[in-house]
């Protein structure tokens, strides 16, 4: 009785190599789920490009996410 697991080594080997990309992702100031959700989906095209662009800077922050007590500076006033 010999049954092919060939398809499901296969599939835990592409989860396996994204959820080291979504780790990687982070350790290069990228979004792991974002990256995570790429390698699924491109496996390792995603991973060549995650491995070959530049790192972000550490204090870059993205736009879309701004915190309303971030962008709006404490005046010192009081509310009225």
């Given at each position: ?28 100031n990228r ?5 995570f ?15 070959t662009?530049?790192?972000r800077p ?23």
């Open positions: 009785m010999h049954e092919d697991f060939t398809g499901l080594y296969l599939s835990s080997l592409w989860l396996s190599v994204a959820m080291l990309a979504g780790g990687y992702a982070r350790t290069r979004s792991a789920w974002t990256w959700l790429l390698t699924l989906l491109f496996g390792p095209l995603a991973v060549l490009l995650l491995v662009w530049p790192a550490p204090g870059r922050t993205d736009p879309a996410r701004t915190d309303a007590s971030v962008s709006a500076p404490d005046t010192g006033g009081s509310e009225e």
